[in-house]
């Protein structure tokens, strides 16, 4: 078993960044495929950015690809989303959640954080 604890939201301007962090304990790492999911009200979570064990392939929503770097230190257990060039749909309460098998569908994310509210204004 996992916990994760995400951290770093906030209020931002239209056009403004924020880093999101997830710190995770009571498990290895390492083994997991990381993931960070967003859900705005009335919609289903998404996936936002996945990263795998080694950081060697990383995915990104089309919503977000080229403003959103997603990164993780293995030694540290610790997992980061930078956000750049934040738009109003961009917020939404945002997960950090870890995979034990493989990456892709939210079906196979099996531990999640609490959550952390990221809200922007125009």
């Known amino acids: 078993q996992v916990q994760l604890v995400e951290s770093g939201g906030g209020f931002v301007q239209a056009g403004g960044s924020l880093n999101l962090s997830c710190a995770a304990s009571g498990g290895a790492f390492n083994t997991y495929v990381m993931g960070w999911f967003r859900q705005a009200p009335g919609k289903e979570r998404e996936s936002v950015a996945q990263?795998?064990?080694?950081?060697?392939?990383?995915s990104y929503a089309d919503a977000v690809k080229g403003r959103f770097a997603i990164s993780r230190d293995n030694a540290k257990g610790t997992m980061s989303l930078q956000m750049n060039s934040l738009k109003p749909e961009d917020m939404a309460v945002y997960y950090c959640?870890?995979?034990?098998?493989?990456?892709?569908?939210?079906?196979?994310?099996?531990?999640w954080g609490q959550g952390t509210q990221v809200t922007v204004s125009s």
């Open positions: 959640a870890a995979s034990p098998t493989t990456w892709g569908s939210t079906r196979h994310f099996d531990y």
């Open positions: 990263i795998s064990r080694g950081s060697l392939f990383r």
